[in-house]
């Protein structure tokens, strides 16, 4: 109603029905044209063939429609054109209903704003050359009001024809065909009329109107509707791309876990089948290390889940890593202490391979101390080595993902993944900034007992061989 409000007050001689049906005409067929434009854009998104051939036909009515009110507001000898001009009006709703009954069997190969443009265009056309004829005889009232009866059953045709379409949501169907059948009986109203005829403008004006706000509501709608579909998806995509991120992460440090390891065993079993034998002792302490280093592998390749906690026994963890580490050739000094913690098996095991592989790297030449002691019922496991130790300004992004030493050739994963699975289990992991040199590396774990005295002296001397 703005528009028509802003005529009324601009210009004082048009304050008139007849001249607000007018305004409603002109206002009807941008609305028209503008929904046809958002029809387009919802087509572009969902490339929906129903869309399609909508945003065609509206493109198509409001382009011919703005041709028509153009051709009206000029007058030959005082007379508008509007009632000859009914013919093309009606070949124009038979074009449309045309349309509408292939929008579901055909699917659109041209673009529908430039199918819309050129449909609007031939319509214009042909408004065109019937007004030039039409100003060469007068057409009665009577025969006038009977032109817009094929009109307005051709608008509730289309309208019927347009509730029928599968493809769009039933609202929109509903209000598109209540929009359909307004703009048609609007158009009849403004054709038949005289601009005395008061009662019958205004009803264009409130018919005309009705039109405009359901096809404008029905298209921003719609659109909308559609973009927040696509919103949707992206959200969907963003999830499943973050999901996957997630599983190629854990995939990672999977992957870091298993392939120290792997090299764990195969240093060891490289030294049982060296030449000459090992002796009995070593041997059989390789071998254990095999197997439980074996078995630890198949669980980190097949368990996608940590196993429960339960009770550890420090020394079976720490015994077969300084087997296999001394089977690399690093150098590990390690006493057995008969403790026993809270804690997942595994995770521990891996902490504190970890920390040694990554002295193995950083610290070549180092000798690694491994040592145990208790402290406030938490059983403290420190990795410390004789090499250069960690710069100043790196302590406090050491645990962080993806940080590494400039050096360094490996993914940051390491210490990240080891402080992660001590967190999980109620340990924790941290740097030991007051070590006298070199690196120091504390695991805290919950104790839980002492074993038997003396259980573990055969052990100590065998490791120490």
Same mark, same amino acid.
């Given at each position: 109603?703005?528009?028509?409000?802003?005529?009324?007050?601009?210009?004082?001689?048009?304050?008139?029905?007849?001249?607000?049906?007018?305004?409603?005409?002109?206002?009807?067929?941008?609305?028209?044209?503008?929904?046809?434009?958002?029809?387009?854009?919802?087509?572009?998104?969902?490339?929906?063939?129903?869309?399609?051939?909508?945003?065609?036909?509206?493109?198509?009515?409001?382009?011919?429609?703005?041709?028509?009110?153009?051709?009206?507001? #000029?007058?030959?000898?005082?007379?508008? =054109?509007?009632? !000859? %001009? @009914? +013919? *093309?009006?009606?070949? /124009? &709703?038979?074009?449309?209903?045309?349309?509408?009954?292939?929008?579901?069997?055909?699917?659109?190969?041209?673009?529908?704003?430039?199918?819309?443009?050129?449909?609007?265009?031939?319509?214009?056309?042909?408004?065109?050359?019937?007004?030039?004829?039409?100003?060469?005889?007068?057409? #009665?009232?009577?025969?006038?009001?009977? =032109?817009?009866? !094929? %009109? @307005? +059953? *051709?608008?509730?045709? /289309? &309208?019927?024809?347009?509730?029928?379409?599968?493809?769009?949501?039933?609202?929109?169907?509903?209000?598109?065909?209540?929009?359909?059948?307004?703009?048609?009986?609007?158009?009849?109203?403004?054709?038949?009329?005289?601009?005395?005829?008061?009662?019958?403008?205004?009803?264009?004006?409130?018919?005309?109107?009705?039109?405009?706000?359901?096809?404008?509501?029905?298209?921003?709608?719609?659109?909308?509707?559609?973009?927040?579909?696509?919103?949707?998806?992206?959200?969907?995509?963003?999830?499943?791309?973050?999901?996957?991120?997630?599983?190629?992460?854990?995939?990672?440090?999977?992957?870091?876990?298993?392939?120290?390891?792997?090299?764990?065993?195969?240093?060891?079993?490289?030294?049982?089948?060296?030449?000459?034998?090992?002796?009995?002792?070593?041997?059989?302490?390789?071998?254990?290390?095999?197997?439980?280093?074996?078995?630890?592998?198949?669980?980190?390749?097949?368990?996608?889940?940590?196993?429960?906690?339960?009770?550890?026994?420090?020394?079976?963890?720490?015994?077969?890593?300084?087997?296999?580490?001394?089977?690399?050739?690093?150098?590990?000094?390690?006493?057995?202490?008969?403790?026993?913690?809270?804690?997942?098996?595994?995770?521990?095991?891996?902490?504190?391979?970890?920390?040694?592989?990554?002295?193995?790297?950083?610290?070549?030449?180092?000798?690694?101390?491994?040592?145990?002691?208790?402290?406030?019922?938490?059983?403290?496991?420190?990795?410390?080595?004789?090499?250069?130790?960690?710069?100043?300004?790196?302590?406090?992004?050491?645990?962080?993902?993806?940080?590494?030493?400039?050096?360094?050739?490996?993914?940051?994963?390491?210490?990240?993944?080891?402080?992660?699975?001590?967190?999980?289990?109620?340990?924790?992991?941290?740097?030991?900034?007051?070590?006298?040199?070199?690196?120091?590396?504390?695991?805290?774990?919950?104790?839980?007992?002492?074993?038997?005295?003396?259980?573990?002296?055969?052990?100590?001397?065998?490791?120490?061989?």
């Amino acid at each position: 109603m703005v528009p028509q409000l802003a005529v009324q007050a601009i210009v004082p001689s048009a304050r008139n029905a007849g001249d607000a049906a007018a305004t409603a005409a002109l206002v009807v067929n941008i609305v028209v044209v503008t929904s046809g434009v958002y029809m387009y854009l919802h087509h572009r998104l969902t490339r929906s063939d129903s869309t399609a051939w909508l945003a065609a036909g509206l493109i198509f009515v409001g382009g011919y429609g703005l041709t028509v009110t153009g051709l009206e507001t #000029s007058l030959t000898g005082g007379r508008p =054109l509007a009632a !000859p %001009l @009914v +013919v *093309a009006d009606i070949v /124009l &709703a038979l074009a449309l209903l045309t349309m509408v009954l292939i929008s579901e069997r055909i699917t659109l190969s041209v673009d529908p704003a430039a199918l819309g443009l050129v449909l609007g265009s031939a319509g214009s056309a042909l408004a065109i050359v019937i007004g030039a004829a039409a100003s060469q005889f007068t057409v #009665s009232r009577n025969a006038t009001a009977l =032109l817009t009866i !094929p %009109l @307005v +059953v *051709a608008g509730v045709l /289309l &309208a019927t024809e347009v509730r029928r379409l599968a493809t769009l949501p039933r609202w929109a169907r509903n209000r598109l065909a209540v929009a359909i059948a307004a703009l048609f009986l609007g158009r009849a109203c403004l054709v038949a009329a005289n601009p005395s005829d008061t009662a019958v403008n205004l009803l264009a004006v409130l018919v005309s109107t009705t039109a405009a706000v359901l096809f404008m509501s029905t298209s921003i709608t719609t659109l909308g509707t559609a973009i927040n579909d696509d919103r949707l998806v992206i959200t969907a995509l963003q999830d499943q791309l973050a999901s996957t991120a997630a599983h190629a992460r854990v995939d990672r440090e999977r992957l870091h876990e298993v392939r120290g390891t792997i090299a764990g065993i195969a240093s060891a079993s490289r030294l049982i089948h060296h030449e000459p034998p090992l002796p009995g002792p070593s041997r059989e302490m390789l071998e254990e290390m095999l197997e439980r280093e074996s078995a630890r592998l198949q669980r980190l390749v097949h368990d996608a889940t940590p196993g429960p906690l339960g009770l550890v026994s420090v020394d079976d963890v720490i015994r077969p890593l300084v087997v296999a580490r001394r089977a690399q050739g690093q150098t590990v000094t390690w006493r057995p202490s008969g403790l026993q913690v809270w804690a997942r098996e595994d995770d521990l095991t891996a902490v504190l391979n970890i920390l040694l592989e990554n002295t193995a790297k950083h610290a070549p030449d180092a000798t690694v101390d491994v040592f145990v002691h208790q402290s406030d019922g938490t059983v403290d496991v420190v990795v410390a080595d004789t090499g250069p130790g960690v710069p100043e300004g790196q302590r406090e992004t050491l645990f962080h993902r993806g940080v590494r030493g400039p050096e360094s050739s490996g993914h940051g994963l390491g210490l990240h993944v080891a402080r992660r699975l001590m967190v999980r289990g109620g340990g924790y992991l941290r740097l030991d900034p007051t070590w006298r040199s070199g690196t120091a590396f504390v695991v805290g774990v919950r104790q839980v007992t002492h074993l038997a005295e003396g259980s573990c002296d055969d052990t100590a001397r065998v490791v120490a061989q």
